[in-house]
């Protein structure tokens, strides 16, 4: 961890012990369990659930035969399916007090053998194919599996300042988090700029009853011990939000955060750091061997590529607004940075600016049982022929968020980003163009205009209809190609421009039923009339077409 943020916290620590204690009979330890299970099943039809694209098997430009390369076709009319999954999360907290320590387990099974199998002997899973995404393990029959726990957060919770905590001398409250934990208080849009989980430490203070802010460090990479680990990255940001309530109906929350990468992101998603325009920032990773059963100096380590460090500074800030039945929600986030990124051909590397934003607005209407809605986002892009690999470099106008949590725009769109079924995302595993990672369309920034209309017909069931179209900001590469873990590629000939920027019409018909006590019920049934955006590599998308159904208890 940063020396600053260690040096911070034992400065607190000694404080601490300066105030003169205070002892009362300790209360009672408190254990309690909350968590949800779910069970869905989706269904769909022209949709590589997988990558967004099929291996080709005679090649495409770029390949030769018999090596497959990435298929231009992202509606693949061979790929079709129906599958269910269950997911379930538990909370373990124990409380003494103020003081809380949270344990959550995740588990994510797809039902029936296939992807991924589990060895009796060892406990440890054995990859037998392609995961569907947000899938951990596969339930054979009899259905024992080993090692597919995930940990999602383990944290402890305690009073910073105010009575009974480390400081108690400090009048105002504040409580601190330290741990793995959920990302709170920094935007009102999930995925926007941070959201998710994250590694590191969270304060909260409440400095009037008005008026509140959020501190988060957040630990991206950790550079261990030179001596265990050698060449590894050293990755974190920085994040602070004031809180105040202007006056009733009304709250502002300006947001400052910065974030810096040494050489991309080298954990295993890839968060914040998506490749675009056929660039990869996270090839300069550290690889590192060890032997089995050899001891720590025999681990072999070797350095990543050359610099590609990105650093990012993120201005903006969030309102909220209600006055009788109407509400408005704007937000704005300016990105200004720089990021050091190879030229093609060469050895060495080019600082290229970064100048971003992203504007994001919703407005609402409620009378009685009807809800109606409408969003707006739009983030910049950069001319099909601009490429920041080149000599000239240009400048970055892609937005990407810190952590998106892999929901931006949920509850918008079904196929674009999941939301019945959460874990399956048009173009998934394309980090830098799918809906639910990146506001922008690779390089080529977005526009995206949604309406929604919910109706409670009765306390226990509410009908819902959603509608969305899509733009880039400017004209995509059509001739060019996926690449893996880069996003679009360039064509041979990326001066002659791009060609179409319209990239699809969705429509949404849903309902959520509430029939019993902590039981829901939740149907989706999705259609994406794609655009000519997407009929990369002068291949035509086809409509994508998709059913879910979610059965969900919380506890």
């Known amino acids: 961890m940063r020396r600053s943020v260690v040096v911070v916290l034992a400065v607190l620590a000694i404080l601490g012990l300066l105030a003169p204690p205070s002892f009362a009979q300790a209360p009672a330890p408190k254990v309690t369990i909350s968590g949800l299970v779910d069970f869905v099943t989706t269904a769909y039809q022209n949709w590589d659930q ?27 009319k061979n790929r079709s399916g129906w599958y269910s999954r269950e997911r379930g999360v538990f909370t373990i907290t124990g409380e003494v007090g103020k003081v809380k320590g949270v344990w959550a387990i995740e588990l994510d099974f797809t039902n029936g053998a296939g992807n991924f199998g589990a060895n009796a002997n060892t406990g440890f899973l054995n990859v037998m194919g392609v995961s569907a995404s947000g899938t951990t393990s596969n339930f054979n029959l009899d259905t024992d599996t080993k090692g597919a726990v995930e940990t999602k957060w383990l ?32 935007d009102y849009k999930v995925g926007i700029l941070a959201s998710g989980d994250f590694p590191g430490v969270a304060l909260e203070t409440t400095w009037t009853p008005n008026v509140r802010s959020t501190v988060t460090f957040v630990q991206i990479g950790e550079a261990l011990d030179r001596g265990i680990a050698l060449h590894q990255k050293d990755d974190f940001a920085i994040i602070a939000s004031l809180e105040a309530d202007v006056f009733k109906g009304l709250t502002i929350k300006p947001t400052y955060a910065y974030a810096f990468y040494d050489g991309g992101n080298c954990g295993l998603s890839n968060l914040g750091t998506p490749g675009w325009g056929g660039y990869n920032p996270n090839t ?11 001891a720590l100096p025999s681990v072999a380590s070797t350095p990543g590529g050359i610099g590609r460090n990105i650093e990012r500074n993120y201005f903006g800030a969030d309102v909220r607004w209600t006055a009788g039945p109407f509400s408005l929600q704007p937000t704005f986030i300016y990105l200004l940075g720089n990021q050091q990124i190879l030229q093609a051909g060469a050895v060495q590397v080019k600082n290229v600016p970064i100048r971003s934003f992203i504007a994001d607005t919703t407005a609402g209407f409620r009378t009685g049982p009807l809800n109606v809605e409408a969003r707006a986002m739009y983030t910049p892009g950069e001319d099909a022929n601009m490429n920041n690999q080149n000599g000239g470099g240009g400048t970055i106008r892609r937005y990407d968020p810190i952590n998106s949590g892999y929901s931006y725009m949920s509850g918008w769109t079904e196929i674009w980003t999941g939301g019945v079924d959460y874990a399956s995302s048009f173009l998934v595993n394309r980090s830098g163009i799918v809906l639910r990672e990146s506001p922008s369309y690779d390089k080529y920034g977005r526009i995206f205009v949604g309406a929604a209309a919910d109706y409670s017909l009765t306390p226990a069931l509410t009908f819902r209809v959603v509608g969305n179209v899509s733009w880039t900001d400017t004209k995509v590469d059509t001739k060019a190609n996926y690449v893996a873990a880069a996003g679009i590629g360039s064509s041979a000939n990326p001066f002659t421009g791009g060609l179409h920027r319209y990239l699809g019409n969705e429509w949404v018909g849903g309902l959520t039923y509430r029939f019993a006590p902590n039981v829901t019920f939740d149907l989706a049934l999705a259609t994406l009339i794609t655009g000519e955006a997407l009929n990369i590599h002068n291949d035509v998308a086809r409509n994508v077409y998709k059913g879910s159904a979610r059965l969900r208890v919380t506890f």
Request: overall charge neutral; aromatic content about 6%; charged content about 5%.
């Open 155 to 186: 944290y402890l919770e305690t009073p910073i300042t105010g009575p009974g905590s480390l400081m108690p001398f400090i009048p105002v409250a504040s409580i601190g988090r330290f741990g793995g934990q959920p990302f709170r208080g920094h």
């Open 50 to 76: 997988t990558s967004g694209g099929n291996p080709s098997p005679s090649g495409g430009p770029g390949c030769s035969t018999p090596t497959p390369c990435p298929t231009p076709d992202p509606t693949n």
């Open 284 to 294: 300069n990773c550290p690889a590192t061997i060890a032997t089995p059963g050899a």
